[in-house]
Nanobody, 118 residues
Framework: QVQLVESGGGLVQAGGSLRLSCAAS????????MGWFRQAPGKERGFIAA????????SYTDSVKGRFTISRDNAKNTVYLQMNSLKPDDTAVYYC???????????WGQGTQVTVSS
């Protein structure tokens, strides 16, 4: 199994920045790609960004392009999400997740709350 622990959430004013971290442990060798997702109250959990451990290739949902940056530190088995120009609409619980080369995201962290005040 892969264990994931997120950190870095908090309360920030609109226009501010936060950096989330996701530390992976356990069978990290089975993890091929890491993703960040978020779930706002009353909404379904949605994809934000993803990164591949091996080559660092990334993808983003359109609403965060140019504001959020996903990165990884392979030596620390940690993935980051740098969030700039935050908006109240970014308020949500943020989750990181891991998946193998084939298949869906099957390991999830406990989530970290991000609240953006206007």
């Amino acid at each position: 199994q892969v264990q994931l622990v997120e950190s870095g959430g908090g309360l920030v004013q609109a226009g501010g920045s936060l950096r989330l971290s996701c530390a992976a442990s356990g069978r990290t060798g089975s993890s091929y790609r890491m993703g960040w997702f978020r779930q706002a109250p009353g909404k379904e959990r949605g994809f934000i960004a993803a990164i591949t451990w091996s080559d660092g290739s990334t993808s983003y949902t359109d609403s965060v392009k140019g504001r959020f940056t996903i990165s990884r530190d392979n030596a620390k088995n940690t993935v980051y999400l740098q969030m700039n120009s935050l908006k109240p609409d970014d308020t949500a619980v943020y989750y990181c997740a891991s998946r193998a080369r084939i298949g869906n995201y099957n390991y999830w962290g406990q989530g970290t709350q991000v609240t953006v005040s206007s």
